[in-house]
């Protein structure tokens, strides 16, 4: 089931066509996943109660629809004053109670594991049962079905205790809403011996303000006999119990790279839609995130909705002036160059030429250093050009900033770390090199992203220091980079800077890392090693926390995510003395 977060009444209305579908099939038990009538919302969207009560008017909907038919959904119910997400159920009209349970429902009993519990604001199912006065499994209790006892639940997995409800079924159910994740495995079915075990889950995406999910949805079945039927990741689909397979079927990878294509281009499209938009520019540098971003777009707007803007100043070169005009060629698309060199040294002279003055007569005459020459080139970029394009063109301008850059803040603020959405910004550069070898190889099946934009070395192009047809370019090696923000950013327990210093003298980084090549070859000495580790740490502690909360929304490819799991307040780097 696509689910659309906070819309209530659209969720009941697919809801009721399906069950309608499965009644004039001959089925008799149908099943939503976790958050079906809501979407996952964050506690404060709660507060005013008029989403609750249109999940309870859907759910009586819902409840009256269930003539003939059984109905198992996950939605969220008032309990004393509080919310509680839960498994509800219903037949021939009438509510469904688990037997033997105290409650008309099952509550979910949240876990650490899951990303959206921490934030959801309901009732754990061990506060419940401390508040019934019951042991937690007696919550637990199956729902009797068409002649079928279901044990169905919200959720990773049944608590301690709750054997006997396993033993008992004719059908283990879990109701799930999970995020996809490229660096963790997607849940499985529950385990059961002798009865079939299922996992339903959800579709679409949904937001927690700055981060945006895809929600991997997956539903499969396991049988006894060890046959696995899996619904297509991220799509809406069903799966007929009654009917099972000859076969098992197996899931996608979804750790390939088209797999992770697959999720950009369906979270894009679906965000794009909820927001009412439909035209996309980018700003194409020639280099390979904008290359990456224009071939994301081109496949989920179309050509004819896709807009690439270049930007040249006196330091870009030919070679990446050419690789943006033949990357809008291959794709089809709208294609314009907009020069900013006039403008830029518009900026200079109006503010080298201003003089400040407090009262008492004391003056002073402003001067822009070089580095902030580089950044009044990207605001112009951006806060300018891309802005006033993407007004024009009637649509939204791309924010291309990888994960990469946001960690230790290589991007200037409402310059090229702004724009509407950030699609690559929780991709490390060296996935953004593999996605683009993808887009080309399995996607277009011919060299659509120039493999000079590719080849090139990675470069901003703002100074003379970044001449890329001299070999310049930003001032990180990402094979190295990459591994170790990584280990400080995708881990409950980051590696230390003295972790890393220890290991470089024991010659284990390679180990703690997964860098794969030979560490000594960047740091041939420690001094060296523990220099970039010392910047590079201060850099990611520093001014880039307030940039990456300026930042727009980031849609998440992994279980830790800029903007959500790393949060972070804006505190001075901490150093133990």
């Known amino acids: 089931m696509l689910v659309r977060q906070g819309d209530p009444g659209a969720n009941t209305e697919?809801?009721?066509?399906?069950?309608?579908?499965?009644?004039?099939?001959?089925?008799?038990?149908?099943?939503?996943?976790?958050?079906?009538?809501?979407?996952?919302?964050?506690?404060?969207e709660w507060?005013?109660?008029?989403?609750?009560?249109?999940?309870?008017?859907?759910?009586?909907?819902?409840?009256?629809?269930?003539?003939?038919?059984?109905?198992?959904?996950?939605?969220?119910?008032?309990?004393?004053?509080?919310?509680?997400?839960?498994?509800?159920?219903?037949?021939?009209?009438?509510?469904?109670?688990?037997?033997?349970?105290p409650l008309p429902f099952v509550p979910k009993l949240l876990s650490p594991q899951n990303r959206f519990d921490g934030v959801s604001g309901l009732l754990c199912?061990?506060?419940?049962?401390?508040?019934?006065?019951?042991?937690?499994?007696?919550?637990?209790?199956?729902?009797?079905?068409?002649?079928?006892t279901v044990a169905a639940w919200c959720g990773q997995a049944l608590p301690n205790g709750c054997n006997a409800v396993r033993q008992d079924a004719d059908l283990l159910l879990r109701l799930d809403t999970r995020p996809y994740t490229r660096d963790q495995p997607l849940g499985d079915a529950p385990v059961a011996d002798d009865v079939?075990?299922?996992?339903?889950?959800?579709?679409?995406?949904?937001?927690?303000?700055?981060?945006?999910?895809?929600?991997?949805?997956?539903?499969?079945?396991?049988?006894?006999?060890?046959?696995?039927?899996?619904?297509?990741?991220?799509?809406?689909?069903?799966?007929?119990?009654?009917?099972?397979?000859?076969?098992?079927?197996?899931?996608?990878?979804?750790?390939?790279?088209?797999?992770?294509i697959d999720v950009m281009e369906r979270a894009c499209r679906l965000q794009l839609e909820r927001l009412g938009l439909r035209r996309v520019v980018v700003g194409a540098s020639g280099g390979i995130d904008s290359a990456l971003a224009a071939a994301l777009y081109r496949c989920v707007v179309g050509p004819e909705n896709l807009l690439l803007v270049n930007m040249p100043s006196r330091y870009s070169s030919g070679t990446t002036i050419g690789l943006a005009r033949r990357l809008a060629a291959n794709l089809g698309c709208y294609y314009t160059e907009i020069p900013i060199q006039e403008s830029v040294e518009l900026t200079k002279r109006q503010i080298e030429g201003c003089v400040c003055e407090r009262p008492?007569?004391?003056?002073?005459?402003?001067?822009?250093?070089?580095?902030?020459?580089?950044?009044?080139?990207a605001r112009d970029r951006s806060g300018r050009v891309l802005a006033a394009m993407s007004s024009a063109f009637g649509g939204v301008f791309t924010?291309?900033?990888?994960?990469?850059?946001?960690?230790?803040g290589y991007g200037t603020m409402y310059g090229d770390n702004a724009g509407f959405f950030a699609a690559l910004g929780d991709l490390w550069k060296s996935e953004i090199w593999e996605l683009a070898r993808c887009y080309n190889a399995e996607v277009f099946g011919s060299e659509m992203i120039p493999q000079g934009?590719?080849?090139?070395?990675?470069?901003a192009e703002l100074s003379s220091a970044q001449n890329v047809d001299e070999g310049k370019g930003d001032p990180l090696v990402y094979a190295w980079h990459d591994r170790l923000f990584a280990a400080w950013t995708e881990r409950p327990v980051p590696v230390t800077v003295d972790e890393l210093v220890r290991g470089y003298a024991a010659g284990t980084v390679g180990e703690i890392t997964g860098y794969p090549d030979d560490l000594r070859a960047l740091f041939p000495d420690e001094a060296s090693f523990r220099n970039d580790l010392t910047r590079m740490w201060r850099l990611y502690n520093g001014l880039a926390r307030a940039k990456r909360l300026q930042a727009p929304p980031v849609l998440s490819l992994k279980s830790r995510t800029f903007g959500f799991d790393l949060g972070s307040a804006q505190l001075p780097v901490f150093d133990e003395r």
């Open 14 to 44: 697919v809801i009721l066509a399906a069950m309608a579908q499965a009644r004039a099939d001959g089925i008799r038990v149908t099943v939503f996943p976790e958050w079906a009538l809501s979407g996952f919302l964050a506690g404060p």
């Open 360 to 377: 008492g007569g004391e003056k002073r005459a402003l001067v822009l250093s070089d580095l902030a020459v580089e950044n009044v080139q």
């Open 196 to 260: 079939p075990a299922a996992c339903c889950c959800g579709t679409g995406v949904v937001d927690a303000g700055k981060v945006l999910f895809a929600l991997a949805g997956g539903t499969q079945v396991r049988w006894p006999d060890g046959r696995v039927q899996h619904a297509p990741l991220l799509r809406e689909a069903t799966l007929d119990l009654t009917m099972p397979s000859d076969s098992t079927v197996a899931q996608a990878d979804h750790t390939a790279p088209r797999v992770v």
């Open 453 to 459: 934009s590719i080849t090139i070395v990675p470069s």
């Open 399 to 408: 924010c291309n900033t990888n994960k990469s850059e946001s960690t230790i």
């Open 47 to 101: 507060l005013d109660g008029s989403r609750l009560r249109a999940c309870e008017r859907g759910l009586a909907r819902i409840v009256e629809a269930s003539q003939g038919l059984a109905v198992i959904l996950g939605t969220v119910v008032s309990y004393r004053g509080r919310l509680v997400g839960a498994a509800v159920a219903a037949e021939d009209g009438r509510r469904v109670a688990p037997a033997g349970s």
């Open 125 to 148: 199912a061990g506060a419940v049962a401390a508040m019934e006065g019951v042991p937690l499994p007696a919550l637990f209790a199956p729902f009797t079905l068409s002649g079928m």
